[in-house]
């Protein structure tokens, strides 16, 4: 009985051992068919590969790359540049890079690493995918996918007020999901392809952690776009920016009806007046002016109705104002006409 007990354990311990050495015998076979592939397959021209991405969300100007050529690349790499490949289909080729990039390619020695500071501005791509391609001379490029930090400014509302025409007022707001505060500095209005700066009030820069907001008085006069659109643009020392597209409501519709000179009277002219019936607020006439042709602006020694006169909606008034336009024959003249609100009116008056 025993004898048998002890034939059974010599039986399994040659069972297991041939077991480990079969196993040990397959895992040889794998790893040196592994490294066998391996050196069938080392590549004839470098490939290099890209260690590293980083960039600051405070200074969105900027990203570092840090680019290796492999131990078992066959010889040097000639780097030739980097370009961006963003969401819109867009290739934006970077131009502004250190260790500077020559003609002739920066090399990369075998088993070397460079880090390298590309100048690109990302900040309206911001919390977007982008690849970044290295381009390299007779070899394999590297490509890197990542998705750039979110920081997002926006204007969440624009307020006009019909009494106040020469300004508005703006809320703006640094987002919640933000990685990073951001400087308001400054206030941009385009209309009509000019493009106006705007002073605010309190003055800029102010600081925004994200999820904070703030208000701005902006000083612009916007009664002249009454009807049409403005893009109303927040810009940050980081780069960032926020932009709204605002179409300005017809509140007031004024106009200059007649100027009238009389050859009998050279002391004075009439000017008509009209605030009309589609108007939503009586207006307040402050000021009547006169340009002439060298720039010179003058005003009527005296105006009768006086100033300042409330133009009530749906209404007209004469005004007549004395004004000695006897040395000014036959030249152009603006008059302008100008109101508490801010609402003014031009007319162009050849003087008989």
């Known amino acids: 009985m025993t004898v048998n007990l002890n034939m059974s354990k010599i039986m399994l311990a040659a069972i297991l051992i041939a077991s480990f050495t079969a196993g040990a015998f397959l895992s040889y076979l794998w790893v040196v ?3 066998v592939s391996l050196e069938i397959n080392v590549p004839d021209k470098p490939a290099i590969c890209i260690q590293n991405f980083t960039v600051l969300a405070e200074n969105p100007s900027f990203f570092n790359i840090t680019v290796l050529n492999p131990s078992f690349s066959p010889r040097e790499a000639r780097i030739l540049g980097v370009q961006v490949l963003t969401g819109d289909g867009a290739l934006h080729q970077v131009s502004q890079i250190n260790p500077e990039i020559s003609g002739g390619g920066y090399r990369l020695d075998v088993g070397s690493s460079e880090t390298f500071v590309c100048s690109w501005k990302w900040a309206s791509y911001a919390g977007q995918q982008i690849t970044v391609m290295v381009l390299v001379e007779e070899g394999s490029g590297a490509t890197f996918i990542t998705r750039l930090p979110f920081v997002g400014v926006d204007i969440i509302d624009i307020t006009l007020n019909p009494e ?9 707001r640094n987002f919640e999901d933000s990685v990073s505060e951001v400087d308001l500095k400054r206030v941009e209005v385009i209309v009509d392809e000019l493009n106006y700066s705007v002073e605010t009030e309190p003055k800029l820069p102010i600081k925004l ?6 208000s701005l008085l ?23 920016a926020a932009r709204k597209t605002y179409t300005i409501p017809v509140y007031v519709i004024f106009n200059v009806s007649e100027v009238k000179f009389n050859p009998a009277d050279t002391t004075r002219f009439n000017i008509t007046l009209v605030n009309f019936e589609e108007s939503l607020l009586a ?3 402050t000021s009547i002016s006169i340009r002439l042709e060298n720039g010179t602006v003058l005003k009527p020694i005296n105006i009768t109705p006086p100033l300042p006169f409330i133009l009530n909606v749906d209404e007209t008034a004469v005004f007549v104002c004395e004004w000695n336009w006897s040395e000014l024959r036959n030249e152009e003249i603006i008059i302008t006409v100008s109101t508490e609100q801010g609402y003014k009116v031009k007319v162009a008056q050849r003087v008989p």
């Open 209 to 214: 952690k994200p999820a904070d907001s703030t």
């Open 283 to 285: 207006l307040n006439v």
């Open 33 to 35: 068919g592994y490294y």
């Open 164 to 172: 106040r025409g020469s300004t508005f007022s703006l809320i703006i």
């Open 218 to 240: 902006c000083k612009w006069n916007w009664t002249d776009y009454q009807g049409g659109t403005i893009t109303v643009i927040v810009r940050t020392e980081q780069g960032y």
